[in-house]
């Protein structure tokens, strides 16, 4: 057997010339897609006559984007970008739109948040979701989800799933999401009777992954209570994907040897745990005339067009199992958010609260112990609080999780409905800003307020939500397809816990506000969705007489 002599001089310089070469390729590509990024955006004010921010040809925005954001908490969600240019740079920001270069951090991105313009490219025209998200989303789903997928492939698996999360369907998985509901109720008696604070998020995150386990797969988690290896193995892969998208590792992630070990672990982790539970919804084992999960409805739509309804093919397994995994991921993530918030807006507005429980007092009874039967008994008893679904909104409205993302592309404009202007998209990240749009005084009489009453008057008042200004859930074809379900949660949330408790809101006098909030959007490990400040400190007391 012939042995190579590593240590011989020619092998070595062949080595480091290889080695250079790839660098020097490297460093060329990169100093090339700089310069067609800065070309690309210094072309808008160039080639069309927009305003554009302070531009370096070297640093693009980076420099005049860094120096607003010392202002503020290195935390703080960059969703909220757009307001805080609103701020510093309101003339060119006064178009409803502003071109934000700071590649190679994300690419070339055109932040709208005029209302009317954001449903040029959702409603009107639905465009494409930029490859940004898809390299997100890549080591969760490898793009195989309702987020990702387009086409003809999106409708397929968008109608296969919708029956699933109706409003008629979910109200008969009440009592299953309410088993939840009751042990996220004793963890906060037990939290008040210690007298200790905890963070919310966390208990939040818990309570919507096994709701989502109970509606989704027709398993319990019981995150809440011990630990669970899907549950896990789906928070680190989060953890990895925020990994990928943080400025100091956008060199670094390629090269990482833990990565592509973890990523694949973690897929392994959830597939073996999700495998025996369709294997079972297969082979009709599970809810036999029981109300039907979104696995049970999608299974049964596979069986209908399957000429062998005892196996999966290959593809369907896959894409099956890749929304499983998203519906778990983005319908515990953001929902969770949400209801922190919920918390939040209620400790801060005592006003609003005392309201929501005179509106349970009248819908459930004076006894906040019985309403887990009466909701059991009569689930439709929720789409009778519409003040709480006006609280929920107006939370909605002050902090949603996310905006959506899509490709700008050569022949597609942006119009100002009211000048004409038309803005070029091609090569841009288009972000809708509705963290934005939803906060902005042209639109909503006093926008820092908390106003439920907006989502109660009349069209033509002028606390009425302007058309198209609302949009957590986005609006068109590609709007989120478990809204109801997250109205739902928060509706039994609500009932089963704002009578009992005073869940209420832990920052220090002195604590970092942003916007005037203490609890504001941030980007923490573990979340996508922008969250609240420290995981939402509260410290939860019963209520007298309850």
């Known amino acids: 057997m012939m042995l190579i002599d590593t240590s011989s001089p020619g092998l070595l310089r062949l080595l480091f010339s290889t080695i250079s070469i790839i660098i020097l390729l490297g460093i060329l590509n990169f100093f090339y897609r700089l310069y067609q990024v800065r070309t690309l955006v210094r072309n808008v004010s160039k080639k069309h006559g927009i305003p554009i921010l302070p531009h370096s040809f070297l640093f693009g925005h980076l420099v005049t984007v860094g120096k607003l954001m010392t202002k503020y908490p290195s935390s703080l969600h960059g969703q909220c970008l757009p307001i805080i240019l609103q701020e510093f740079f309101p003339e060119i920001c006064a178009r409803g739109l502003v071109y934000v270069d700071v590649w190679p951090i994300t690419p070339p991105m055109l932040a709208v948040y005029h209302p009317d313009m954001m449903s040029q490219y959702t409603v009107e025209q639905s465009l494409l979701k930029h490859e940004h998200l898809h390299i997100e989303l890549q080591p969760m789903t490898q793009c195989l989800d309702l987020v990702s997928l387009e086409g003809r492939l999106w409708k397929t698996w968008r109608s296969i799933f919708n029956p699933g999360f109706s409003a008629k369907n979910l109200l008969q998985l009440v009592p299953e999401m309410m088993e939840e509901i009751e042990v996220f109720r004793e963890g906060l008696r037990a939290a008040a009777t210690q007298g200790k604070e905890i963070k919310l998020m966390q208990r939040a995150e818990k309570l919507t992954i096994d709701i989502m386990g109970r509606t989704v797969l027709n398993s319990r988690l019981h995150s809440q209570t011990m630990p ?3 549950y896990e193995a789906m928070k680190d892969q989060i953890g990895w994907i925020l990994f990928d998208n943080q400025p100091q590792n956008l060199f670094s992630r390629n090269w990482n040897p833990i990565r592509p070990f973890a990523v694949w672990n973690n897929n392994r982790i959830m597939k073996g745990y999700l495998t025996p539970l369709i294997q079972d919804m297969l082979t009709g084992n599970k809810e036999k005339g029981g109300p039907k999960t979104i696995l049970s409805l999608a299974i049964s739509a596979y069986k209908q ?242």
């Open 228 to 230: 669970n290896k899907f």
């Open 305 to 546: 067009d399957s000429d062998n309804a005892k196996t999966l093919h290959s593809t369907f397994m896959d894409i099956l199992t890749a929304n499983l995994k998203i519906f778990m991921l983005a319908g515990h993530d953001t929902t969770a958010s949400i209801l922190s918030y919920v918390y939040y807006v209620l400790s801060t507005n005592p006003a609003v609260r005392d309201a929501v429980r005179r509106e349970h007092d009248a819908v459930f009874g004076p006894d906040p112990t019985a309403v887990t039967a009466k909701i059991t008994a009569t689930p439709t008893l929720l789409n009778q609080l519409p003040y709480t679904v006006a609280v929920i909104k107006e939370t909605l409205r002050i902090y949603p999780p996310f905006g959506t993302i899509r490709a700008g592309t050569a022949d597609f404009f942006i119009t100002h409905p009211e000048t004409g202007e038309r803005h070029p998209t091609e090569g841009m990240m288009i972000f809708g800003c509705s963290i934005t749009s939803q906060r902005m005084k042209e639109y909503w009489p006093e926008p820092s307020r908390c106003i439920p009453e907006r989502w109660l008057v009349p069209e033509g008042d002028p606390l009425h939500p302007r058309k198209n200004a609302f949009r957590p859930f986005e609006l068109g074809p590609r709007n989120c397809i478990g809204q109801e379900l997250a109205m739902l949660e928060l509706r039994m949330i609500l009932a089963m816990t704002v009578r009992d408790f005073d869940v209420d809101a832990e920052y220090a006098a002195d604590s970092t506000r942003v916007l005037g909030d203490a609890a504001f959007q941030t980007m923490q490990m573990g979340q996508l969705s922008a969250c609240p400040k420290d995981g939402m400190p509260v410290r939860v007391r019963i209520r007298n007489g309850h």
